[in-house]
């Protein structure tokens, strides 16, 4: 690749992590940019070459990063049990500090979940990676995040290819974070008063976080959110995050109920993962400790299994080993019903990790309703990257409305990458669909077709939406419509949005419009917000505009009555 126009695409990501979504999104931009050259791990780089060398020249070349993040990304450890991220030579590491120190321009993707990066889990030359804004892909909306992701692509590209010049990450980028203090000769270093400032609006922020964080009354609420809260000031301020640490600590110590108790001491451990691992550790060690106390075999079961699923992310050693021995001790309770009940809560922990271990699970439940639930969240998971398993479950659930919200799902999963199967599965879903007799459950699957054609056909989808005789049901299907036409056809989607009665459903499409317009029409989508009261959607608003106009972003979180909300809006504005 050295000597390529700088309109190349780099594809950096951890196989361990991340490979399914790797391999199909490099398919889909060869596809979509056959112009484009598309790098990505070992495949491009011939044997004898310096891997260095290769990668630098790579980057110089690509005119956009795109850096997918799952849920071990910044934790996976080598056989020596070091995290691989704090290695000179690890891979990641060196393609994403590479193209932050030559300004090309990197997209963050967060992948099924996965959390947004801090600056404290991350070495020095890697920080502005977790100022910068992040998309999500899931496998649930597979089609329209991969397509808001190759948009935003595609602009990078155009506008290379009209300037010339490689775009820049974000305006916080034009700061190289070294451990020198040297500043590269083509870049600028930051305005201190920009640095002040931001410094000043993280401190103010974070200030008023904790005070509602301490508001709250609730045990268990109040120290999971000083526990948050803490993470977030620990980079800006270590002394206080460590005594909201230790508040949060003795507060979940204080919890009467053992299982939240031990809920609580995994949450504040999973919070303290990045700043202080050996704190985590012991929280980890003491919510596994009550766990195992437990006589019931239901609860012991369900508290290892809710353990692992907060630490699965943090902690996947601990995780794996906790949800096995959950699995053991459910499969030994002699009440078939509670058994199922317990090995239900546990394959939703593992289905993102461990899907043949799920899929075995779930066949061997007697219960239907349990099985075709648990089935459908197994192919849901696996669509993107394994369609065939994913459609071998799909067909195997007896259940008709749960059978066609699968095939929607493996549809919309394949839209980009497969059409014609694609749509041979939705029409097969909309013929079952238009099969079943009872009305509410009709609605039902009629409404998860259309949600999963949204983004790649959306007058399909209208035209099935429009269908739906149940109103919730037919509002719901209109506002996934409307979210994935934001972008492109934000007139429509307002338009779309103004349609709606059901104001769960508008308030849901209005947040949609205006987070994908907050980067792009900041001014619209204020306007658009004033007419949302829900705290949930405004947060998601303040999260789109946190990187790029903080000011409007903390005037809209100062906005928000709800006090979870509101606090989770400041986070967001802190941290970025």
Known sequence: ????????????????????????????????????????????????????????????????????????????????????????????RFEVRAALDRGVRVIPVLLDGA???????????????????????????????????????????????????????????????????????????????????????????????????????????????????????????????????????????SITNEFSKARVLASIARALAATDPDGAARLSADAERIAQSFTDKRWKARALAEIARILAATDPHRAARLTAGAERIAQSIADENLKEETLYLIVSTVVATDPDGAEWIAQSFTEEFAKNKTLYEIVSTVAAADPDRAERIAQSISDEETEVRALASIAGALAATDPDRAARLSADAERIAQSITDKSPKARALASIAEALAATDPDRADRIAESITDKKSRARALASIAGALAATDPDRAERIAQSITDNESKTRARASIAGALAATDPDRAERIIHSIKNGEALASVVKALAATDPDRAERIAQSITSKWWQLSALLMIAEA
């Open 1 to 92: 690749m050295p000597g390529s126009s700088a309109r190349g695409i780099f594809l950096s990501y951890r196989r361990e992590d991340a490979a399914p979504y790797a391999r199909l999104l490099q398919f889909q931009l060869r596809e979509r940019f056959p112009d484009a050259p598309v790098f990505i791990d070992l495949d491009s780089i011939e044997p004898g070459l310096d891997f260095a060398v290769v990668i630098r020249e790579a980057v110089e070349s690509c005119a956009v990063l795109v850096a997918l993040i799952g849920r071990q990304w910044a934790t996976l450890a080598d056989e020596e049990g070091r995290r691989r991220l704090d290695k000179p030579d690890d891979y990641v």
């Open 115 to 253: 959390r947004p990066l801090r600056p404290q889990q991350l070495p020095s030359e890697l920080q502005m990676l977790a100022r910068l804004n992040a998309l999500e892909l899931s496998s649930g909306r597979y089609g329209y995040d991969a397509g808001r992701l190759f948009n935003i692509i595609q602009r990078v590209l155009d506008e290379a290819s009209r300037t010339g010049a490689v775009h820049q990450s974000a305006p916080a980028a034009d700061v190289d974070v070294r451990t020198d203090g040297n500043v590269p000769d083509h870049v600028a270093p930051e305005e201190p008063g920009a640095i002040r400032k931001d410094q000043a609006r993280a401190t103010r922020v974070l200030t008023h976080a904790v005070r509602i964080a301490q508001s709250f009354t609730d045990e268990e609420t109040k120290a999971r959110l000083l526990a948050r809260t803490a993470g977030a000031l620990a980079a800006t301020d270590p002394d206080r995050a460590a005594r909201l640490s230790a508040d949060a600590e003795r507060i979940a110590q």
